[in-house]
């Protein structure tokens, strides 16, 4: 295929470049929700009343369509990448919260017991013993929170080319090149399978504890 | 002038209420579109997901084929299938199949391989066979998971659905997909209103099937 990798020049990036930017698109706004997402859990875990609100408003957000939310901020933010970026964080939050909190709550509590039994403080218990068990349910929401997140980048291109490899889809069609749109779905697939092995490759140098040969979800 | 103010001005035209281009006849349009590629999912998703909980094996196969459905990007391979095969439903179907398929299959399986061993031991000691045991002992005791897979499936597609417009079709997405390119911003939050609205009734109408078809056994222990 001639010109597969001639990226037409109103993109100003070359695929590589293109590629960058995906991720970058794709993965602060993970990371953003991680961020956010660790003490709205632990609040999930202290306080029980306070996970059923968290829940429904979450369900809810989730339920917000990402071109809609795209289009609803454009008010706000106008037609740049924080436009695609804020709502692809508050997915991935919306995704990062109820792991988190299973993880966390699955720590037995003769496990806890322990801990506190040997002296360590709440904080330290959390970053020790709670964080590092809660790692497996962690990692299983960041994967399908980086891999959705992937794929919907595209849809930025609808809003002022802000979609980064999404962009080439457009001009597969102003231009006439449907190799373009082949490029763009095959690099954005083989994107969201690198990033999700590469987190299961994590999770695996996380728990050395963890039986090398398990069911993955 | 606000979100709101747009949202009003939007729904208070009369002229948006009738017609193919009218409020009721493109929300049917969507409604349309979104059951049958949930219908597909299903057809797909559910068995296949049923079988491999019922035999407790093929876990690890079916996570690689979620991952890879789950990677592929709706958007891109709405706009790929539409250069390749042209105007018509098939390429509006194959992201929105391909998006819904990996909820449905692995809560499905999932739901039945995580179901209690006993009840079903006790189901074959009974005589019941391998079919009556998945249906009739394994399904509702399942129930409640494999409706979340759905829930999670269906409200995707609602919400995706949307996209079918910027391959000229109808449905939600062509208020937003138009008002973007007229820059009529009425337009647009009136359409990303509406898809927020019929996204949250999806909710809602899987709350209330959970609510009737759920056991009351099964929806004690939950």
Not at chain 1, 93 to 103: E, Q, S, Y
Request: proline share 6%.
């Amino acid at each position: 295929m001639t010109g597969f990798f001639d990226i037409p020049s109103d993109l100003q990036h070359s695929w590589l470049g293109l590629v960058g930017l995906h991720l970058r698109e794709a993965l602060l706004p993970v990371l953003a929700g991680l961020v956010l997402s660790l003490p709205v859990a632990q609040l999930c875990v202290r306080f029980r009343w306070f996970y059923a609100p968290v829940f429904g408003v979450t369900t809810v957000l989730y339920a917000v369509p990402s071109l809609a939310f795209f289009v609803l901020l454009i008010d706000y933010t106008g037609m740049t990448e924080s436009t695609v970026m804020i709502p692809l964080a508050v997915y991935s939050l919306v995704v990062l919260v109820p792991a988190i909190v299973d993880g966390v709550r699955s720590v037995p509590p003769e496990t806890l017991a322990a801990a506190t039994a040997m002296g360590l403080g709440p904080v330290r218990r959390y970053l020790q013993v709670q964080l590092p068990i809660a790692v497996p349910a962690i990692i299983a929401g960041l994967r399908v929170a980086a891999v959705s997140s992937i794929s919907l980048v595209s849809i930025g291109m609808l809003i002022g080319n802000q979609g980064a490899l999404g962009n080439l889809l457009n001009d597969a069609q102003i231009y006439h090149r449907p190799e373009l749109a082949v490029n763009s779905v095959v690099t954005t697939a083989a994107l969201g399978i690198l990033v999700d092995a590469l987190l299961v490759l994590v999770r695996t140098l996380l728990t050395p504890w963890m039986p090398r040969k398990g069911a993955s979800r | 002038m606000t979100v709101i103010d747009f949202a009003r001005a939007f729904f208070g035209d009369s002229a948006h209420w009738h017609g193919e281009d009218g409020i009721p006849h493109r929300v049917v349009q969507h409604l349309l579109y979104s059951a049958e590629a949930l219908a597909i999912a299903a057809a797909i998703g559910l068995p296949v997901g049923l079988l491999t909980g019922h035999h407790r094996r093929g876990g690890n196969t079916l996570a690689l084929v979620a991952t890879a459905a789950r990677a592929l990007p709706t958007f891109g391979l709405l706009v790929l299938m539409f250069t390749w095969l042209g105007f018509g439903l098939v390429p509006v179907m194959i992201p929105l199949v391909a998006l819904a398929v990996p909820p449905v299959l692995v809560t499905a399986y999932e739901a039945v391989r995580s179901v209690d061993p006993p009840p079903v031991d006790a189901a074959r000691g009974m005589g019941m066979s391998e079919t009556r045991i998945l249906l009739q002992v394994e399904l509702p005791v399942a129930l409640p998971l494999v409706l979340s897979g759905l829930r999670t499936a269906a409200v995707q597609v609602v919400s995706t659905a949307t996209i079918a417009a910027y391959v000229s079709f109808g449905g939600l997405g062509r208020y937003i997909i138009d008002g973007l390119a007229q820059k009529d911003y009425e337009k647009v939050v009136g359409g990303a209103t509406l898809v927020v609205g019929l996204a949250l009734a999806t909710l809602a109408v899987f709350w209330a099937v959970a609510r009737i078809a759920v056991s009351p056994g099964v929806r004690r222990s939950h």
